[in-house]
């Protein structure tokens, strides 16, 4: 067995990264990089059963160079007897957007869709070039240990999708150099495109590729790659142990009672109680939970979250992806923004009403009012219907002094998100009484008081539903 194809089969072994009878999905661009994977996975399956398939993926960017590539890339692999997909996706440069971070998330759309489908894991052709160039990038931008990891051997491309689960992508060459993957192909005499774009040093990462890894290696480090290789995988053991131990973090610090789907509190006292580098992690977690990942989210971005802290409640900011973090009282409080749901709904007495936008069931009876603090909201009213809605700007509580409701929110410790979903019941616009605050002295009933009015609010698995299995809110 060749050198090079038995130092990549102990890659693929030392990471687990492929099993025999794994379906493999290999990107081929065309480069040296992805046509050696592909020759060396063909390789591979003669002594594993690993069912190949190929994916090309034509933007059309360079013309006829760009079809010239995808000829190339459809005649190797009828060569190597392998399935091929080919996807076109013109791309056209427009001001502000980075073209080759578009086109890679393109070509990774098209790889979950297809390896999805069909159950494969997918293969890429990065190797330690690659690493280094992305160790150098990720330091002169500023990055904590996860940044400074690198490229993983392995990792999930999340779904694009709703009916797509998470597809497992893999790179079989990351511990291999250029010299040694030319070298391979040379022997084999295997010919391969050449990208003209991979020279545009407009590109940071060909500048980087063709100027600063010659100069560094020149004057600092001749084994610079190989080096730096070693220093991103240093760095990956750190962040895989920050990340086990973020998990473990997150839980300690998440306050787990009336959980909502996308949303994360983090009591403030026990997240301060951990390391600087814990807190950094449980944040990550916190915005992985709402989001589904971290893309975008830098070091800046958690440190902003962590110095919410240090103002007044109410505080917040946006972060990527459409998430708001904010400081709740004693709790920090991490979910994606979605604008308030205004609702207005008739309420008979007695009956209840659904509120759909809010999942909430609002119920109401009559009965006598029990002696003594029962905790429930007895109000004196003898007409047939009342409003139930979510607060209006001015609104007042005339029970409490005319105070605004803003300024009893504050003093009753009412989170800022909780406010636009608590039922305020009005009767012809008179405020009766405010979800989690007290009812009106002069519509409250008094204890043996008949005909009171109990008011109920339960919340339900899902708006509209009537069934059993509802949880009562204390109001």
Not at 388 to 406: E, F, I, Q, S, T
Request: net charge positive.
């Amino acid at each position: 067995m060749d050198l090079f194809v038995s130092a990549v089969r102990d890659t693929v072994k030392r990471f687990s990264l492929l099993k025999p009878g794994d379906s493999v999905l290999c990107a081929v661009s065309g480069g040296p990089d992805s046509v050696a994977l592909l020759r060396v996975l063909k390789e591979l399956s003669r002594e594993w059963p690993l069912p190949l398939s190929a994916l090309h993926v034509n933007h059309g960017l360079r013309g006829a160079e760009s079809d010239a590539d995808a000829s190339f890339v459809g005649t190797l692999c009828r060569q190597l007897e392998v399935p091929l997909h080919v996807r076109s996706r013109p791309l056209k440069a427009e001001p502000g957007k980075n073209l080759q971070e578009l086109a890679r998330r393109v070509r990774y759309r098209f790889l979950s869709e297809i390896a999805s489908a069909a159950g494969s894991v997918v293969a890429t052709g990065h190797n330690l070039q690659d690493q280094a160039e992305t160790f150098l990038l990720k330091l002169a931008r500023g990055a904590g240990p996860t940044g400074l990891s690198g490229i993983f051997p392995a990792r999930e491309i999340l779904p694009h999708g709703p009916e797509e689960g998470p597809v497992r992508m893999v790179r079989p060459l990351l511990e291999r150099d250029r010299e040694e993957i030319l070298g391979f192909l040379e022997r084999r005499g295997q010919p391969y495109r050449d990208d003209s774009s991979n020279r545009n040093l407009r590109y940071d990462r060909n500048w980087v590729r063709h100027h600063l890894i010659p100069d560094l290696r020149n004057r600092l480090n001749p084994a610079l790659v190989p080096t730096l290789g070693r220093t991103a995988r240093l760095f990956r053991e750190v962040a895989e142990f920050l990340e086990a131990e973020g998990r473990k973090a997150l839980q300690s610090c998440r306050e787990t009672q009336s959980v909502r789907s996308g949303e994360v509190r983090l009591r403030v006292a026990a997240l301060f109680d951990l390391a600087p580098a814990l807190r950094k992690e449980v944040v990550r977690h916190a915005v992985r939970v709402c989001k589904g990942d971290t893309r975008d989210l830098g070091l800046e971005h958690v440190d902003r979250v962590l110095g919410l802290v240090s103002g007044r409640s109410g505080r917040r900011i946006h972060l990527p992806g459409e998430i708001e973090a904010s400081l709740e009282f004693d709790h920090l409080r991490l979910a994606r923004r979605v604008p308030p749901v205004r609702f207005r709904h008739r309420l008979p007495v007695p009956g209840e009403v659904i509120i759909p936008e809010t999942g909430r069931h609002v119920v109401c009876r009559r009965m006598t009012a029990p002696a003594g603090d029962t905790g429930q909201v007895l109000l004196r009213f003898p007409g047939s219907s009342l409003t139930v809605r979510n607060r209006l700007a001015g609104d007042r509580y005339p029970g409490r002094g005319g105070k605004k409701l803003k300024r009893l929110f504050l003093q009753h410790r009412i989170p800022r998100s909780a406010r636009d979903t608590l039922v305020v019941v009005e009767d012809e616009g008179r405020l009766l009484w405010v979800e989690g605050l007290p009812a009106d002295p002069r519509v409250r009933a008094c204890p043996g008081e008949r005909e009171a009015v109990l008011i109920d609010i339960l919340d339900v698995s899902h708006a509209g539903s009537r069934e059993p299995g509802m949880s009562r809110h204390r109001v």
